[in-house]
């Protein structure tokens, strides 16, 4: 036994509900691994052991970028060069998250421990100006553990203005 939640207190008819903060009666966080909450029913005599086990989580997702490209990108919408592909590796699911200069751009949906994700050189929906930008990856598990933050790497914004395809002159 960890922890006591209700001690010898008459409960009502019906559906109870109790919480658990996952610290022991001493009031110290309890060690990662599953727990079977135990529900005594003392008139008649009965103890029941709960079905679904409690799993306290408390190691933070690692994660790292496996893929940067291009460096050098143009996201003015001429389908070359419009978006940078970051990928992803984290050792358990985890909700992934690109940050451009310390301010998250995209959150990835879903808890896949691979994959990518595609940058299009925007902020808030807005374009931003040519010049670098400092890309990093952060990740958070499904129990709300934050992972480190992989390294920042730097990608430049760059528009290029191309002239007509065609120029027509006379002889």
């Known amino acids: ?27 110290v966080p309890v060690p990662e691994g599953s727990y079977r909450p135990r529900v005594k029913l003392r008139r008649q005599h009965r103890t029941i052991v709960l079905p679904n086990p409690i799993r306290v989580d408390t190691t933070p997702p690692v994660i790292a970028m496996t893929r ?9 919408g001429d389908a070359r ?4 592909v970051v990928g992803y590796r984290v050792d ?7 940050y451009v200069n310390e301010e998250r751009a995209v959150l990835k949906k879903g808890t896949r421990t691979e994959g990518t994700i595609d940058w299009f050189g925007r902020s808030g929906g807005e374009p931003l100006p040519q010049g670098p930008y400092s890309l990093r990856l952060g990740a958070v598990d499904v129990a709300g553990n934050e992972g480190r933050p992989t390294r920042s790497k730097v990608v430049v914004i760059r528009y290029i203005a191309l002239g007509r395809s065609s120029i027509v002159t006379t002889p």
């Open 1 to 27: 036994v960890v922890r006591r939640l209700v001690r010898r207190e008459k409960q009502p008819r019906g559906q109870v509900a109790f919480v658990w903060d996952g610290e022991s009666d001493a009031r």
């Open 68 to 76: 940067l490209a291009p460096r050098v990108f143009s996201p003015d």
């Open 81 to 84: 060069s419009d978006r940078v």
């Open 92 to 98: 358990e699911p985890a909700r992934v998250g690109l």
